[in-house]
């Protein structure tokens, strides 16, 4: 069956370090995308995919960074991590035209 | 932008009640309307959706919504809660089809025995 993973589920990292998330869907989705969820704030969204090489920016983007080299994966880079970057972290997929996301089990990340 | 308003952070029913959850949308032009699920330790899940159609929404679980344009709500209810039903319940809303989603802040639900 098609699917959307996440890796690692649970990550503890320090500040200053580089981090990578790892968002990988088999539905052969256009569309990508990362949200942070927070205690009170609900799902902010990070950054966005349409396609290959498209990548944009969202609510709340600064630190993070994304690349798209093919149809299936959407890495979330943190630069340089900060405390302030603990949370969990969703990503989701969508067909192009189409309105429901679909979304990815998450990744719970702590910078200490 | 989008805004989204979910009123109440933490709503508790018992079990057999009626449950209603409150969103409160922001936008000009009525927007695609969501209702998402997350149990513990997991993503959320779809539990139904308004594109324009029909105002009432009829979802998975026995939960349904209706869109209310004068009002800008789009409330979540069940009739009889289940204990199964305890869970987190995000509202979002996107400006169109595979749009990025915005999302409110979250009803948690406990279900009473």
């Known amino acids: 069956d098609a699917e959307i993973t996440q890796s690692p589920r649970h990550k503890i990292t320090e500040t200053g370090r580089q981090v990578t998330l790892a968002c990988h869907q088999t539905?052969?989705?256009?569309?990508m995308f990362w949200y942070r969820q927070d205690l009170g704030h609900g799902l902010r969204l990070i950054h966005y995919s349409y396609g290959v090489q498209d990548t944009n920016k969202g609510e709340v983007s600064d630190g993070y960074s994304v690349s798209r080299s093919n149809t299936e994966d959407l890495p979330l880079t943190l630069e340089s991590a900060a405390s302030s970057q603990t949370s969990v972290y969703f990503c989701?997929?969508?067909?192009?035209?189409?309105?429901?996301?679909?979304f990815g089990p998450g990744t719970r990340l702590t910078v200490l | 932008a989008q805004s989204v308003t979910q009123l109440g952070s933490h709503v508790s029913v018992s079990e057999g009640a009626l449950v209603l959850l409150r969103c409160n949308y922001s936008?000009?032009?009525?927007?695609?309307l969501f209702w998402y699920v997350q149990y513990p330790n997991q993503g959320l899940q779809l539990l139904l959706k308004y594109t324009s159609a029909a105002t009432l929404v009829k979802g998975i679980n026995g939960f349904e919504a209706e869109f209310k344009k004068s009002e800008t709500s789009f409330h979540l209810t069940k009739p009889s809660a289940h204990m199964s039903d305890a869970a987190e319940y995000f509202c979002?809303?996107?400006?169109?089809?595979?749009?990025?989603?915005?999302f409110g802040s979250g009803t948690q639900l406990t279900v009473l025995p």
């Open positions: 936008s000009s032009v009525p927007p695609y």
């Open positions: 979002g809303a996107s400006s169109g089809s595979a749009r990025q989603l915005t």
């Open positions: 989701a997929s969508s067909s192009p035209g189409a309105d429901t996301q679909y």
């Open positions: 539905w052969n989705h256009n569309n």
